[in-house]
């Protein structure tokens, strides 16, 4: 409806209609009339908005990203959500940790020491203590452990359930470790006996923890052990103080060879000597010496036996004629490792009597060839 008949309608009431009622509907008309003009503007104002859209560009698309990344990124996602997750754990669990107190525990080599050495084998024994921080107690689920020596392997081993670390304490594991030379040196050929070779213990503890999980524990200990070798023992001499065919006393002459990179303390001694293989002495001393490293130490040994008890060697080795002697015992010694008790042997050899020619004054003594 436009302007034209809205004035038409109103002309059409004013002429048809009584005069006295005629300018109340002249009112009505004129108020369609105003209705319809703002109906007018409304379609006019929406016909002009119609063209402007249809005017400008395409309209524009916004894509939804969640969706795009959920068709397109499957895999990243699915990444992410596992990070978020052991993050979610991981805070989850220091969160505990720092309420409850959990910690993992300590640990040190507190020595290593040899309770048992011989010429055969050697024992150590490693000790390491271990401290828990934690308020419940943790089990030690094995020990790893390796000896080196100059990057070469000596032994290795492992050692399972070990035992439990109690709550907020400390414990101290001991770890034997057993050598054996023959082993070592059919192994090394470069390991002479006598000598002292560098180690290193390698422990690996590995120990459950509530929350933490299972964690290991590296420890490292340098040390030194040594190879002995068996001192070499000869008699030099038997020096006569008394001689007669019912009865001898006399000085023998022992000399100890040390072929061992360190020293021997000799605390004690027990030997026998055989001649003609006839007993002429047995005894256990209790006699202090220092034994140095590569050097001969003689020990005087006195003795005393019955010469007519050697029946006709005791005449062969008068007449010149050599005769076998053999001797046999221990030492008792200190080394820087520890106590050892050594065996000492020496078999074959001859010996003759003749007059001291160091000695001023008649002196017969038994001279031992080897």
């Known amino acids: 409806m436009d302007r034209r008949l809205t004035e038409h309608s109103i002309r059409e009431v004013l002429l048809d209609s009584p005069e006295e009622p005629r300018a109340a509907a002249a009112a009505a008309a004129a108020e369609r009339g105003g209705m319809a003009g703002d109906w007018g503007k409304r379609k006019e104002g929406d016909e002009e908005g119609e063209a402007a859209m249809s005017s400008s560009d395409s309209p524009k698309v916004t894509e939804r990203k969640a969706d795009k990344d959920h068709d397109g990124h499957d895999d990243g996602e699915e990444g992410g959500f596992l990070d978020k997750v052991k993050g979610f754990i991981q805070d989850i669990g220091e969160k505990i940790e720092d309420a409850v107190g959990f910690g993992k525990p300590t640990a040190d080599v507190t020595g290593i020491h040899i309770p048992h050495i011989s010429l055969e084998k050697v024992e ?34 492992t050692i399972p359930d070990a035992g439990t670390i109690h709550a907020h304490g400390s414990e101290a594991v001991k770890i034997p470790v057993l050598l054996i030379y023959d082993d070592i040196k059919t192994t090394y050929g470069d390991i002479k006996p006598g000598s002292i070779i ?27 052990i040594p190879v002995p070798y068996r001192p070499d023992v000869d008699v ?33 001694m027990d030997y026998e000597v055989w001649l003609a293989n006839v007993s002429i002495a047995s005894a256990e001393l209790k006699e202090s010496a220092n ?23 005791m005449w062969d080795m008068i007449r010149g004629r050599g005769t076998g002697y053999t001797i046999k015992g221990h030492i008792d010694v200190n080394t820087p490792f520890g106590h050892m008790k050594i065996p000492i042997s020496k078999e074959g050899g001859t010996t003759r009597l003749k007059k001291d020619d160091d000695d001023d004054n008649e002196v017969f003594v038994f001279l031992y060839d080897i």
């Open 124 to 157: 150590l024994v490693v000790d390491v203590l271990i401290a828990n921080p934690n308020p419940v107690p943790i089990p030690l689920v094995d020990v790893e452990y390796s000896i080196e020596s100059e990057g070469r392997k000596l032994i290795s081993g």
């Open 198 to 224: 560098p180690y290193m213990v390698r422990v690996v503890l590995h120990v459950d923890i509530p929350v933490i999980g299972r964690i290991s524990i590296p420890l490292e200990k340098n040390g030194e």
């Open 236 to 268: 030099s001499k038997i020096r006569f103080e008394k001689f007669s065919f019912e009865e001898a006393t006399a000085t023998l002459h022992l000399n100890l060879d040390n072929k061992n990179d360190f020293d021997l303390g000799l605390n004690a």
């Open 291 to 313: 034994i140095k490293k590569q050097e001969v130490t003689t020990m005087n040994l006195p003795i005393s036996f019955r010469p007519k008890d050697f029946g006709s060697a």
